[in-house]
């Protein structure tokens, strides 16, 4: 069955840096397109960005914009893994960040890895 691992996250000060990565297993990597998700304390589960099968597309949503330039989404469809780097860190980015893909039909969601900033 399809897997998604997320690893990555940590407690980091303000301005500190962290690359999250997202392992998946049971399907054919390099077929889908992949995403990450966020979720801070309180609020609902939103898109940060996603990126095509090859990796020639990439789509930030108005949060990343916000964070312009602070997050990329990447993938190594070697390695079937998704990334993304977060740098210049803020409290505002505490949340638990989710990998996701789907097709025809079916959602797969990872686990979440907890990201803290501290001020």
């Known amino acids: 069955q399809v897997q998604l691992v997320e690893s990555g996250g940590g407690l980091v000060q303000a301005g500190g840096s962290l690359r999250l990565a997202c392992a998946a297993s049971g399907l054919t990597f390099s077929d889908y397109d992949m995403a990450w998700y966020r979720q801070a304390?309180?609020?609902?589960r939103t898109i940060v960005a996603a990126?095509?099968?090859n990796g020639k597309t990439t789509y930030y949503t108005d949060y990343a914009a916000?964070?312009?330039g602070r997050i990329a989404i990447s993938r190594d469809n070697a390695k079937n893994t998704v990334y993304l780097q977060m740098?210049?860190?803020k409290p505002e980015d505490t949340a638990v960040y989710y990998c996701y893909t789907n097709r025809?039909?079916?959602e797969y969601w990872g686990q979440g890895t907890q990201v803290t900033v501290s001020p």
């Open 87 to 89: 740098n210049s860190l």
């Open 41 to 44: 304390p309180g609020e609902e």
């Open 66 to 68: 916000s964070v312009k």
């Open 104 to 106: 025809a039909g079916y």
């Open 51 to 53: 990126i095509s099968y």
